[in-house]
C-alpha cells in the first residue's frame, strides 16, 4: 500500500463550482497534514496545514480532515481558472519519518 | 519562495560528469531538504539537514550526497551523474521538524 494516495485526475470542473480532492494515507500515526498547489513548471507552494479532525477554512479553500478513516480532503469553493494545477497532498510520518508526498491530482477548470 | 535561492536553475551535463547543486536560504531555518521531482513518482525525498553539519538520508538518496557547512547553505553532490538523475530538483526549508516546508524554485537537471 502507497504510503500517501491521490487520484491522479485530471479532475474538471466548470468555473465557480466546487473542486473536492481526496487524500488517504497509511500511517495511522500522522499527526501533520498539508495541500500544496503547483502550476506547471513551477514549485510546490502550501495552500493549508491541518493538524486536527474536522475542517479548516481559509477564504475559497477548506481542508477537512478524519483521522479515524486515514483521509484529507481540499475543497475549492467558487472554482476559478486560476485555480487549474497540480494539487499535492503531504503527510508527515510513514516508515521514515518524513513528509510524505501524494503523487498530485491534476484540476482543470474550465471557463 | 520564502528567501530560498537554487542555482544553478537549469544545468545539462554529461553522464559521470560531478554536479553541485546549491540552496541558499535568509530565513535562518534550522532545516533543509532536498527532493527530487519524476513523473509518476511525485516528490522524494534525497537527503535533509537538521543544522551545520547534520544531515540524514531520505528515501532516494544513493547517487547523491550533501553538505552544510552554514546554516545558509545546503549543497547537493552528484558524484558521477547517471541518466536516472535527470529529474527536477527541490530545496526545501522548515522552521521545525514537522513544520511547514517552504520551497525554492528548483533546478531542472538533464544529464545527457
Known amino acids: 500500500q502507497k504510503e500517501v494516495e491521490q487520484n491522479s485526475g485530471p479532475l474538471s470542473v466548470p468555473e465557480g463550482a466546487i473542486a473536492s480532492l481526496n487524500c488517504t494515507y497509511s500511517?495511522?500515526?500522522?499527526?501533520?497534514f498539508f495541500w500544496y498547489r503547483q502550476y506547471s513548471g513551477k514549485s510546490p507552494e502550501l495552500i493549508m496545514s491541518?493538524?486536527?479532525?474536522g475542517d479548516k477554512e481559509d477564504g475559497r479553500f477548506t481542508a477537512q480532515l478524519n483521522k479515524a478513516s486515514q483521509y484529507v480532503s481540499l475543497l475549492i469553493r467558487d472554482s476559478q481558472p486560476s485555480d487549474s494545477a497540480t494539487y499535492l497532498c503531504?503527510?508527515?510520518?510513514?516508515?521514515?519519518?518524513?513528509?510524505?508526498f501524494g503523487k498530485g491530482t491534476k484540476l482543470s477548470v474550465k471557463p | 519562495d520564502a528567501g530560498i535561492t537554487q542555482s544553478p536553475r537549469h544545468k545539462v551535463t554529461e553522464t559521470g560528469t560531478p554536479v553541485t547543486l546549491r540552496c541558499h536560504q535568509t530565513?535562518?531555518?534550522?532545516?533543509m531538504y532536498w527532493y527530487r521531482q519524476d513523473p509518476g513518482h511525485g516528490l522524494r525525498l534525497i537527503h535533509y539537514?537538521?543544522?551545520?553539519?547534520?544531515?540524514d538520508k531520505g528515501e532516494v538518496s544513493d547517487g547523491y550526497s550533501v553538505s552544510r557547512s552554514k546554516t545558509e547553505d545546503f549543497l547537493l553532490t552528484l558524484e558521477s551523474a547517471t541518466s536516472s538523475q535527470t529529474s527536477v530538483y527541490f530545496c526545501?526549508?522548515?522552521?521545525?521538524?514537522?513544520?511547514?516546508?517552504?520551497f525554492g524554485a528548483g533546478t531542472r537537471l538533464s544529464v545527457l
Open positions: 526545501a526549508i522548515s522552521e521545525s521538524r514537522e513544520g511547514i516546508q517552504y
Open positions: 500511517d495511522r500515526g500522522s499527526q501533520s
Open positions: 491541518i493538524y486536527s479532525n
Open positions: 503531504a503527510v508527515w510520518g510513514g516508515s521514515q519519518g518524513n513528509l510524505i
Open positions: 530565513e535562518n531555518h534550522r532545516y
Open positions: 539537514s537538521y543544522g551545520v553539519k547534520d544531515t
